[in-house]
């Protein structure tokens, strides 16, 4: 399995991130961000753990702790979805969203109190899915009394639906 590493956050994604993710809000300079990039590193370690069995269950364990830790002064939850698509993509997922009624409805599902936003720039419903999941799992009130691993599971069977392997 192929891993991001803290070399490819600062060379790839930061950079990514600054150039097409950065229109109507600002990122950070996150590289100057020590702090930040030394917990980004240690979220990008621990995910190789074993008990984190199969790339959904890595995948998830890397998205949320990214955004519920807030390691950045901003932009967490656009590094959690950028870090998220890389290692998909890097071990040979290929994301699929169906049609925005079914991501909806998953999401819906998985977590019921989801305020669903429409979002003008996005036309794409795996990019409504990859915003709403992020805004879910920065948002207690969304995501409601589940615990971290209630949240890591239930990010796990909803990438089920949106990534083929």
Known sequence: MLYPT???CIELLFPYICARMASKEPAPAYEMEHKGVERLGSVLELMQ???YDG???KAAYLFCPIID???FSNGN?????SALVYFLLA???RIHAPNMEVMRSELER???NLKWDDVQSFSQPHEFFFYHLALIIADRNQKG???FKQEQEAVEKLLQVIVLK
């Open 6 to 8: 803290t070399k490819a």
């Open 55 to 57: 790339l959904m269950a």
């Open 91 to 93: 071990n040979g997922g």
């Open 77 to 81: 939850k656009r590094l959690a979805v």
């Open 49 to 51: 753990r074993p008990e």
């Open 110 to 112: 998985a977590f019921p």
């Open 145 to 147: 009394a589940m615990n």
């Open 69 to 71: 830790g807030h390691h």
